[in-house]
């Protein structure tokens, strides 16, 4: 059995990369269930002319564009603003302060 300490930096970062990960995963179900309720809504609130229109599908589209910008900044590694960023940006700010 591996022994957890709390305290270690690498299950911190867990921990932390645990929570951004089901961030994802909730907002990715709220995605889907609000989306299906308006578009059934919609759907069967309209006309036959208009049941496949643009208005239904804006929601989900620009909404859709937000969520995977969500799931990038989780899922991608970290090219611009990542580890060695923060750590070359520490290093610049303490010495400023020297």
């Known amino acids: 059995m591996i022994n957890i300490d709390e305290n270690d930096i690498r299950y911190k970062e867990a921990e932390k ?54 799931g990038l900044s989780v899922f991608l590694p970290p090219f611009v603003l990542g580890k060695s960023w923060e750590e070359k940006k520490i290093k610049e700010l303490m010495d400023k302060e020297k």
């Not at 269930?33 to 496949?52: H, P, Y």
């Open 17 to 70: 990369r645990v929570k951004k990960i089901k961030g994802f995963y909730i907002h990715l179900m709220v995605y889907c269930f609000t989306n299906l309720l308006v578009i059934a809504l919609q759907f069967f609130d309209t006309d036959d002319k208009e049941q496949w229109s643009w208005k239904m599908f804006q929601l989900p589209l620009f909404w859709g564009i937000g969520l995977a910008a969500h």
